[in-house]
């Protein structure tokens, strides 16, 4: 047994450390930064500064306590203290001894305990002890020979340490490859001779890791000779070939490369850039994966069209007009848009194109009108797909540095098109996504800002490309996702939806036609009447486009076309029975569903947009035996539960004008509630169909068939204007409505949008208050009377319509 001449005070200060063991006869600067450390290092006086360091458990814990901490520790002298700019102190601390902590007696300001010390076992000499001792020495010389992190003075000093529990504890704090937890575990190893054994182990690892790295890097650098080898050899043959007057392919390679340089027409940064990457390339060998990086680089660069256009520099108007008409039916102001743009184009060669984005439902024809708009200019087409894209590099490129890398789509679609001046579309904008790769939309404001895509510079060519002679033509269903910046940089052209005549003139003058060609049937095999393409639109399709239609009509052509491989040769005439017997039953009966769901009171029907057009929703109030709840159901946003709050607000402050007892919320509950609750539903627009429901269920007066209605409603009554107006009345007219009452602010919405052709047999009427628009719903309210819907036991007369 060692002897042990020091006392320990009876609260001995502990000093928590993380991923750190002092071991005795150790000197370490430690860093120290916690306020309950540093009140232990400002508490210690005298020139006997000694505290207790011991290792915490988890190292994450910010203010450890007792049992946060390893039971054996060091005892510590503080040799120096210094403050850091930053309020940290680094002290120097020597390690004294092993110490057992027994009990913690506190924890403010700082932890204190009782602890003990603990001496090495087995101190006595003897010939194994010897020879372990031994042992451990030459291993580390062996890896301080080896290691490049060691100094050789240290094969020296291991050798002078004469105890053998100073020299296992001055390798083990020594040795870079032990983590925390083996030299804690050595820390605790009393005995001096299974901490040798323990040590053996470590340092024999240790010697075997060094060489296999001394063997990797041998191997290594054999491999850098034998390339400097090679190089010197390919250089030498190059001398040899240019002496006798040949050339090698690689010479060769380069020389064509630099012939499709001069013959780019590039800008003079790009050839500037050309000509570096060339003398790069010449200097590198064939083999060199530099080579392929700079070879890729050049053959992109001379791909791409620096000065091709499409050279249709007379632009023939009546032309483009019989080509945009001929391609689509309607959609006048977007023709005439593009035609004025062909004007000024002619007038002025030079100008900048402009950066449309067509809005609108699915299936109205927006990337097909952009096809027709490439035809009528003349140029090529290229479509870019934007949905889903997360990652701003396929918009910008990637840069060279990376593997793989490539340019952006808007380079890589330039070069497919092979001019400067294509029509580029940007499809499904709105459709753009997000995350820790970049953000794409930001990326295309500046591809799609006339004033500065002029130099747009894609990260993988590192030169200014000019977008200023592309025509960008961007599309989306609905424009909120759409960045404002974006938004702003873009003309906005929507399309809405088309009628029933409409979609009966576009299928037979484009759908039938592509079917029948697509599936080998021609004119004379299959007839399509006005009647079928109706029973189709009305009973099998429901949407503001007329892609559904066209793979309707597509079944409908595959029956003639099965007909005709069995050797039927008979003319299909395909008529409304016809439709029922390939199509099976109607699919929508939203006429007959809007009559059913509104002949009891308290359901009223309202007009909603939505990305795909406009449609009908049922609103339906209830009340039941209670009072003073009102509960609102069917998945809705809060400016939507907001307005139905304000339409019960006024129902009841204008109850008696109605009929309606002034104290009906007080006896009863009312329940709001719009069906489709897996749809999600937001806005202020079903304001005064709410007003209608409440109405309608406490009067007891059905709402007439085939009326429906939108607008938002105010406390005072007025019923203010909405947006979508156009989608939503084409969304009536598809279901059946045969009356539709609007916010009289709306009324050029009407006039400018909707002509009298595509209103048909819709009525529309204007209203500034919720009294006229109850007046038209529910008719005339002669004199205030009690409410009819209200019966003895307060039951409702109405509930969910189910």
Known sequence: MSKVTRVLPDELPILPVRDTVLFPGAVMPLPVGRESSLALLNSLEGTEKILGVVA??????????????????????????????????????????????????????????????????????????????????????????????????????????????????????TLPSLNTMIRQELLETFSVRKRMESLINELTKEREVLDLRSKIQDQVQEQVNQSQREFLLREQMKAIQKELGESDDG?????ELRKKVEDAGMSAEAKKECDRELKRLAKMTPASAEYMVARTYLEWMTSLPWNKTSGTEDIDIPKAQEILDEDHYDLVKIKQRILDYLAVKKLQPGMKGPILCFVGPPGVGKTSLGKSIARALGRKFVRISLGGMHDEAEIRGHRRTY?????????????????????????????????????????????????????????????PFDLSKVLFIATANWLDPVPEPLRDRMEILELSGYTEEEKVHIAKRFLVARQTKEHGVTNEQIEFTDEALRDVIRHYTREAGVRNLEREIGTLVRKQARRMAEGHTDKLVVTSDVVRDVLGLQKMRLEKEVEERVQKPGVSVGLVWTPVGGDIVFIEASKMRGGKTFTMTGHLGDVMQESMRAALTWVRANCERYGIDPDFFRKQDVHIHVPSGAV????????????????????????????????????????LPVGGIKEKVLGAKRAGIKEVILPSENEPNVKEDLPEEMLGDVKVHFVRTAEEALEIALGKFEKPVRSSAKTDDDRPLAGPVH
């Open 56 to 173: 915490q458990l988890d190292p994450r814990i910010e203010s450890p306590t007792g049992t946060d901490l390893h039971g054996v520790g060091t005892l510590a002298k503080v040799h120096k203290m210094v403050r850091m700019p930053n309020g940290n102190v680094v002290a120097f601390l020597e390690g004294l001894d092993r110490i057992r902590v027994k009990e913690v007696l506190g924890f403010k300001p700082f932890l204190k305990a009782h602890a003990e010390l603990q001496p090495d076992l087995e101190d006595q000499r003897d010939s194994e002890l010897t020879a372990l001792q031994r042992n451990v020495q030459e291993l580390f010389r062996e890896v301080v020979a080896r290691s490049p992190q060691l100094s050789d003075d240290l094969q020296s000093e291991v050798m002078n340490i004469e105890s053998a529990g100073r020299m296992a504890d001055f390798v083990s704090s």
């Open 251 to 255: 010479a060769a390679e380069i020389d």
């Open 403 to 463: 593997i793989g890398a490539l340019p952006g789509q808007i380079i890589q679609g330039i070069r497919r098109a092979e001019t400067m001046d294509p029509v580029v579309m940007l499809d499904e904008v709105d459709k753009l996504g997000r995350d820790f790769r970049g953000d794409p939309s930001a990326a295309l404001m500046e591809v799609l800002d006339p004033e500065q895509n002029s130099t747009f510079r894609d990260h993988y060519l590192d030169v």
């Open 680 to 719: 999600p539903k937001d806005g202020p627009s079903a304001g005064v169909a709410m007003v209608t429901a409440l109405v309608s269920l406490l009067t007891g007066r059905a709402i007439k068939p085939r009326v429906a209605m939108t607008g938002e409603i105010s406390l005072s009554g007025i019923v």
